[in-house]
């Protein structure tokens, strides 16, 4: 059974996120809709804010079909979920209720992601959604990401612009950088001192 609703967008994005897990940089645009990591997806929008309307369709089995008439964007991708919790997710971890798109629990699944929509507000804020998206979840074994359609401007502009992701420093790396820039600012408040 189908279910919909109201889903939020910060920095042009939203997820479908494992529980347990964390989604973030790296993000790849080569498909120009989807970014797939470990345990979740970052499906990107043409508002950079606001809410998209999100249609789940979680299945024990594939579609027979492909829906692809009225769809501007479409690809397949597959994805490990340790936690067998997958759900529809704001990036701040707010969404509305909507199936759990793992039913089957732990495991691969392949999800298909359609979209509509996203050049008519692009990087505007969008109380009422104006991009649609539907979601559809099924166990299968690990298959190769699949393009099954490519027709909006925004996606275009993504998948063509050169990108590089931004590294994450180490966990030690991140540590020492705060340790040095707290050191930094004892020294100005010592100097300061000093001289007052």
Do not use: C
């Amino acid at each position: 059974m189908n279910q919909r609703g109201a889903v939020p967008v910060t920095d042009h994005m939203f997820h479908l996120v494992d529980t347990g897990t964390v989604l973030g940089p790296p993000l790849t645009y080569d498909n120009g809709l989807i970014s797939t990591h470990p345990g979740g997806v970052v499906v990107f929008t043409g508002i950079s804010s606001g809410f998209v309307q999100v249609t789940v369709d979680a299945r024990d089995a594939p579609p027979a079909t492909t829906d692809i008439v009225g769809w501007d964007d479409i690809v397949e991708t597959s994805v490990h979920a340790p936690a067998g919790r997958m759900v529809v997710s704001g990036v701040m971890n707010d969404a509305p209720e909507l199936p759990v798109l793992t039913r089957s629990g732990p495991g691969s699944y392949r999800i298909r992601i359609h979209a509509r929509g996203r050049d008519i507000a692009v990087d505007l804020g969008a109380l009422e959604p104006v991009e649609d998206y539907l979601v559809v979840a099924w166990p299968a074994q690990p298959a190769t990401e699949t393009s099954l359609k490519h027709t909006d401007t925004f996606g275009a502009g993504l998948r063509s612009a050169p990108r590089r992701p931004r590294p994450i420093p180490r966990t030690e790396e991140r540590k020492a950088a705060r340790h040095a820039r707290l050191q930094a600012m004892e020294e100005k408040f010592r100097t300061q001192e000093t001289s007052d």
